[in-house]
């Protein structure tokens, strides 16, 4: 199995509070990304990175930004948080492009905003 | 964007042959075609891909069509473990990794 950690697992916060979700990887690869998943809308894509320090928008980048500071860890932080952010959010790594790179993904922060 | 169309569910015996189709007929030339699986409470799991040839792994095989506006994922002996959402996703490359309904296998005992 691909060495990809999320952290925290679970997590309950209160609409308007910051939130900062960790992946880290120990795959040295050069690509990752965030995803949340929501009932009826499968995967969507909030931000990639495709190298230390940068990162790009995904389909749903609205309401988060992205930080990777060192290979290993991209961090996705929610300023402000609210209810319509209440899903999984995966995170996910790629040796090379998606194109013709398979992507792994870790086991997912169930993240829940009241 | 190449467009899917996958069945909504199929339902398989264990140990027996499972055929997943797909339909991309707005595929280009260029673009792969990956299948992952989710299983419950997961995050997706790769599971192949190909661009024109079929291919063989240790959990499967894809066989793609020669016009490639298709393809087929096979489980060679399915087993209560390969119970999933399947995804078809045929990658036009750039970041935009796009997860459809997919197909969700029941499998019987």
């Known amino acids: 199995d691909a060495g990809i950690t999320q952290s925290p697992r679970h997590k309950v916060t209160e609409t308007g509070t910051p939130v900062t979700l960790r992946c880290h990887q120990t795959?040295?690869?050069?690509?990752m990304y965030w995803y949340r998943q929501d009932p009826g809308h499968g995967l969507r894509l909030i931000h990639y990175?495709?190298?230390?320090?940068?990162?790009d928008k995904g389909e749903v980048s609205d309401g988060y930004s992205v930080s990777r500071s060192k290979t290993e860890d991209f961090l996705l932080t929610l300023e402000s948080a609210t209810s319509s952010q209440t899903s999984v959010y995966f995170c996910a790594i790629s040796e090379g492009a998606p194109s013709n790179q398979p992507q792994h993904f870790g086991d997912g922060t169930r993240l829940s905003i009241l | 964007d190449a467009k899917t169309t996958q069945p909504n569910s199929m339902e398989s015996n264990e140990e027996e042959p499972v055929h997943l189709p797909c339909n991309h007929s707005?595929?280009?030339?260029?673009?792969?075609i990956h299948w992952y699986r989710q299983l419950p409470s997961q995050g997706p799991e790769y599971v192949i891909h190909?661009?024109?040839s079929n291919v063989n792994n240790r959990m499967a095989s894809l066989a793609i069509a020669e016009d490639r506006k298709s393809s087929t994922l096979i489980l060679h002996r399915a087993t209560l473990r390969d119970a999933a959402v399947y995804y078809c996703i045929p990658n036009t490359g750039g970041f935009k990794t796009i997860f459809g309904a997919g197909t969700r296998l029941f499998v019987k005992a």
């Open positions: 190909g661009l024109t």
């Open positions: 990175s495709y190298g230390v320090k940068d990162t």
């Open positions: 795959e040295n690869h050069r690509y």
């Open positions: 707005t595929i280009s030339g260029t673009d792969y």
